[in-house]
């Protein structure tokens, strides 16, 4: 199928994008990154946006920098360039071990990681990994700017903070600290496939006990998913096999899981368990790891 008729607009600053939110503001518009979300859907008319503002000529926004004590990253940064990055990799590996999981390498040339963030589909993986790691987005309209934390900024499927006339412009993620220790965890049909369900978890560790532990879902609820009364049983404990397993299952008592065509709830739902369990595992043992 083909897209409806739309108007298409093409600024190629910052500014001019503002502007064009600004000028479009009652109209439907749609913002253009990588296309890989919005294309699909407009083509199977899901979507049948007025305005298309394409921002792909807004090269500023794509960078990978470092300052003391974060990343900073364009909104208009390729999939692609994250993956490879070794600057990520060292300072932020959950993002390249999820990367192992979101899409196929041609959609990850195109796609941007604001536009995925933006787009909030609710079995992606970066909404889940940006929660874990306390990353922020900053948000820019003709008015001004601000800056929201990723867990206040998914608000449903296809649904964020952003206010209609604002663009997501840069997102800031903190830098691994000593003793932090991630990992991230996906099962899907196929591989690139979106997520049956998903893991993100960081835990906190000083003298072999854990000191804080943060556990992110996803394709299993509307939005990136924590249950945090679960991940504080974690507080004070060494991670034994049958703490990790009695938090598993304090968090997926919590959740409503619902069944697909594909995929029915209680495999979910035990799916999920599984997951939890081999991300704590797999974390606390890299911990391990790095003591001895």
Not at 58 to 72: G, K, P, T
Not at 114 to 136: F, I, K, Q, R, Y
Not at 207 to 220: I, P
Request: charged fraction near 25%; charge should be neutral.
């Amino acid at each position: 199928m083909k897209p409806a008729p739309f108007e298409y607009v093409r600024p190629a600053t910052v500014d001019e994008a503002l502007q064009a939110l600004r000028a479009h503001l009652n109209d439907d518009a749609k913002l253009l990154a990588g296309g890989q979300s919005l294309v699909p859907m407009m083509n199977f008319r899901v979507l049948r946006p007025a305005i298309i503002i394409d921002i792909n000529r807004l090269h500023d926004l794509a960078y990978i920098r470092e300052s003391d004590d974060e990343l900073v990253v364009g909104a208009m940064t390729r999939h692609a360039a994250l993956k490879s990055s070794e600057v990520i990799a060292k300072h932020a590996p959950m993002i390249t071990a999820a990367y192992e999981h979101v899409a196929h390498a041609t959609i990850r040339n195109r796609g941007t990681i604001g536009g995925n963030l933006a787009h909030a589909d609710a079995a992606s993986e970066m909404p889940a990994v940006m929660c874990a790691l306390d990353a922020t987005m900053v948000l820019r309209s003709h008015g001004g700017g601000r800056a929201v934390r990723a867990r206040d900024f998914f608000l449903g499927v296809f649904t964020t903070a952003l206010e209609a006339d604002e663009l997501l412009v840069e997102i800031r993620i903190p830098k691994r600290t000593a003793g932090e220790w991630c990992a991230f965890e996906e099962m899907n049909l196929r591989k690139g496939d979106f997520a049956m369900a998903a893991v993100a978890a960081k835990l906190r560790m000083s003298n072999g006990r854990c000191d804080d532990a943060v556990v992110y879902l996803t394709g299993v609820s509307d939005q990136p998913v924590r249950i945090a009364r679960a991940d504080r049983k974690l507080e004070g404990t060494r991670l034994s096999t049958e703490e990790i397993a009695a938090a598993s299952e304090a968090v997926v008592r919590e959740v409503e899981f619902h069944s697909t065509a594909s995929v029915s709830a209680t495999y979910r739902k035990d799916l999920t368990r599984a997951l939890i369990v081999r991300a704590l595992t797999n974390a606390r043992d890299r911990s391990s790891e790095d003591a001895s």
